[in-house]
């Protein structure tokens, strides 16, 4: 028994170490990358950035300025227009200099002349793309080190969840996530307060300064006198996670409450309502949801798209019909994403918010039929999704017991790491028994709880 508990600790070192190492963020696309170029050779002890050696170069980090391109800085460096013209028509396949944007990051490699030997340009905070100015020239990309720690967070609602986040030292982006999650039963437009949450969540690290929340693991959120839980879980590597609750039960309802990650609502489904442009009272057979312009409009179930079209007073508009019941419609987009007859999944953007047709600001009038009569999409009450597979529940059972333990053990208010790991390790032995069966879960959650 002592021999297999060890074969299983080094497992699960071994499964922590490659989570910690390979863990990473990026939103380049999938593109290969190309053969990295040699650097300078690097001496013993020599100190390296971006992948390359610093020995014998002055290092100089400056902010792309508004309309400022490559050419416009390259040419400080003393690198002629005909070089940046062929690094730029190489760049094509890697990363399109007409892609380097104001406001980013770029570092200049330059010997003591004041020449630049290498371009690099920070998208993001994580990828990087290395211009090596030297010889024939080369393109390639790179990231830097991600680290992913688990952390929580918690808190009482007084005004709003994105401040209450942030009050409590957590990003402020986990409120939309908590909106995606949560979707079909807590009305973000309406929080009240005195609601509260727990969460344990990814948080990324680079050179130590964090760069954004990753996925949420766990969480409950009480609103309205009721607790709602949710866990994220893997059935197996070739099947998408998903977020269930204590039962097992998916989180994704046959809608979404909303057309949009996250607005507020500005006007209501009502039978007499005050016109805006109209002037007049009349018949409201809608909710209007309040968002910046070019906002993603997501269709709220699966179906087909009946219309995308232009109208007078609705604007650009889209129409979808997901079977004999139930129909959607979202007007007033600045632009159409999807056509007529197109097939569309839930959640898949199908336009962007605008202020088309009869509108004074920027919306999305969302519209629901059942049984071809227009009803309040907020009032509609959807069965839940498929339930987790059988063949997954033992797995599941043993990660939603440890989570459960680790959101019991967390306190309203800020707390650290070590506490955290602390209640994970202690009920991590729950996860060891049985362990012939759902091994590979069992490592991939070892994984991310430490």
């Not at 104001?102 to 211009?131: E, L, R």
Request: glycine share 8%; aromatic share 12%; hydrophobic share 35%.
């Amino acid at each position: 028994m002592t021999s297999k508990k060890n074969v299983l600790a080094l497992v699960v070192l071994g499964v922590i170490v490659l989570g910690t190492t390979f863990i990473s963020l990026s939103s380049f696309d999938a593109t290969p990358e190309q053969p990295m170029a040699v650097a300078e050779p690097a001496t013993e002890g020599s100190a390296l950035l971006f992948g390359l050696t610093m020995d014998g170069f002055d290092i100089e980090t400056q902010t792309v300025k508004r309309n400022e391109f490559l050419s416009d800085i390259l040419q400080r460096y003393q690198i002629d227009l005909p070089s940046i013209s062929v690094v730029a028509e190489k760049a094509k396949t890697v990363f399109d200099v007409r892609k380097i944007a104001a406001g980013h990051d770029y570092t200049i490699f330059k010997d003591k002349s004041g020449k630049a030997h290498y371009f690099v340009y920070q998208p993001n905070p994580i990828d990087y793309v290395v211009y090596d100015l030297r010889g024939e020239a080369s393109v390639y990309k790179g990231q830097k080190p991600v680290d992913t720690q688990l952390e929580t967070v918690s808190g009482v609602i007084q005004s709003s969840l994105y401040e209450t986040l942030e009050e409590n030292g957590a990003s402020p982006d986990l409120a939309v996530q908590l909106a995606e999650i949560y979707g079909w039963a807590v009305n973000f437009y309406r929080i009240n307060k005195g609601d509260w949450f727990k969460l344990v969540y990814e948080r990324k690290y680079v050179d130590g300064v964090p760069v954004g929340p990753g996925r949420i693991e766990s969480a409950v959120f009480g609103h309205e006198g009721k607790e709602y839980q949710a866990f994220y879980f893997e059935g197996a590597d070739d099947e998408r996670g998903a977020y269930y609750d204590e039962n097992g039960k998916s989180l994704r309802r046959t809608f979404l409450k909303a057309p949009l990650k996250y607005s507020r609502i500005s006007s209501r489904y009502s039978l007499r309502r005050f016109h805006p442009v109209q002037r007049r009272w009349k018949a409201h057979l809608g909710t209007d949801f309040a968002a910046p312009h070019g906002t993603p409009i997501v269709a709220t179930a699966a179906g087909v798209v009946e219309a995308s079209a232009y109208g007078r007073g609705n604007g650009n508009y889209v129409k979808i019909k997901h079977d004999n019941v139930y129909t959607t419609q979202y007007l007033h987009m600045s632009k159409r994403a999807v056509k007529r007859g197109q097939h569309v999944s839930q959640g898949q953007v199908i336009g962007y918010v605008g202020s088309t047709g009869l509108a004074t600001g920027p919306h999305v009038c969302y519209r629901f039929w059942k049984h071809g009569k227009q009803v309040d999409a907020l009032a509609q009450v959807f069965p839940p999704s498929e339930p987790i597979s059988e063949k997954y529940r033992t797995a599941f059972n043993r990660t939603l017991n440890a989570q459960l333990q680790v959101l019991a053990s967390i306190g309203f208010g800020k707390q650290s790491n070590l506490e955290v790991y602390s209640t994970l390790a202690f009920h991590i032995d729950q996860l060891f028994e049985p362990v012939e069966k759902d091994s590979t879960r069992l490592g991939s959650f070892t994984a991310h709880v430490l």
